[in-house]
């Protein structure tokens, strides 16, 4: 059984900072990538970042580069997405994800999704 529960969501002003979280039930986390996609209501589901099954390598969406990092602590199977510069455009559902391929990019290469954490930016 593979659970994955995102937490560290919450409201924020513009300009500030939120770091999720992803804790998977995984005996095999380090042999995945991961994965952070969002959906605003009436938006389809969108790629944020992913990272690689030791953490080498990463891959951020135009829109949050450089103001988002994705990390990872196997010991602890667990995912982060640190968040600085907080926009309105930002407001969404953060959704974690179990990658299917070395480095994935798309919807279809994820299998196992959390519940997701609320997002919540004001300007």
């Known amino acids: 059984q593979v659970q994955l529960v995102e937490s560290g969501g919450g409201l924020v002003q513009a300009g500030g900072s939120l770091r999720l979280s992803c804790a998977t039930s995984g005996r095999d986390f380090s042999l995945y990538a991961m994965g952070w996609f969002r959906q605003a209501p009436g938006k389809e589901r969108e790629f944020v970042a992913s990272?690689?099954?030791?953490?080498?390598?990463?891959y951020y969406a135009d829109s949050v580069k450089g103001r988002c990092t994705i990390s990872r602590d196997n010991a602890k199977n667990t995912v982060y997405l640190q968040m600085n510069t907080l926009k309105p455009d930002d407001t969404a559902v953060y959704f974690c994800?179990?990658?299917?391929?070395?480095?994935?990019?798309?919807?279809?290469?994820?299998?196992?999704w959390g519940q997701g954490t609320q997002v919540t930016v004001s300007s």
């Open positions: 994800a179990r990658g299917t391929t070395s480095l994935p990019r798309g919807r279809h290469e994820f299998y196992y």
């Open positions: 990272i690689n099954r030791s953490g080498s390598s990463t």
